[in-house]
């Protein structure tokens, strides 16, 4: 019987499970979860919804909602109503929040540039090639609505 290889499945799996556990473990340094930073990440840039942040760090939205909440508890980031759509919510950061990010932000890149330097000049490479398979109109493209299903429905 013919084997496949390499195990491409096995090894992206491992990699991304592998990179979770240490991430959480940096980010714990800071009080942090890795959701709660990604969240953090996006609104700093100012004039997002809860609805956009949620789309691109594929959340369901009662986990946003759960996340929002503690992070507006721990003084973080705050909603307020959206100018253009009463019905709409955006996240903005506070400056304690933005602090924090921005610790997070270098913690995260020194376990990065950890990870990928054992790859040398290979890493631009590797990160691009990732990048085309997952990015838009690769063959593993995710669509978010999708993939928001499919979180809420593990947790």
Do not use: H, N, W
Not at 119 to 136: K, Q
Request: with cysteine.
């Amino acid at each position: 019987m013919a084997r496949v290889s390499p195990d491409l499945s096995f090894l992206v799996d491992k990699a991304s499970e592998s990179l979770a556990v240490r991430m959480t473990a940096a980010l714990a340094d800071l009080g942090l979860t890795a959701r709660q930073y990604c969240v953090l990440d996006k609104a700093s840039a100012g004039d997002r919804t809860q609805g956009q942040i949620a789309e691109e760090a594929l959340l369901d939205k009662t986990t946003m909602v759960t996340t929002l909440d503690g992070l507006e508890q721990a003084g973080l980031a705050r909603r307020i109503p959206s100018p253009t759509d009463r019905r709409a919510r955006l996240v903005a950061t506070t400056d304690a929040g933005e602090a924090l990010v921005e610790k997070a932000a270098a913690v995260i890149q020194d376990l990065y540039d950890e990870v990928l330097g054992v790859l040398g000049p290979e890493r631009e490479a590797v990160v691009d090639g990732l990048s085309r398979l997952v990015g838009p109109g690769g063959p593993l493209a995710v669509d978010a609505g999708a993939a928001r299903r499919r979180r809420s429905s593990r947790t």
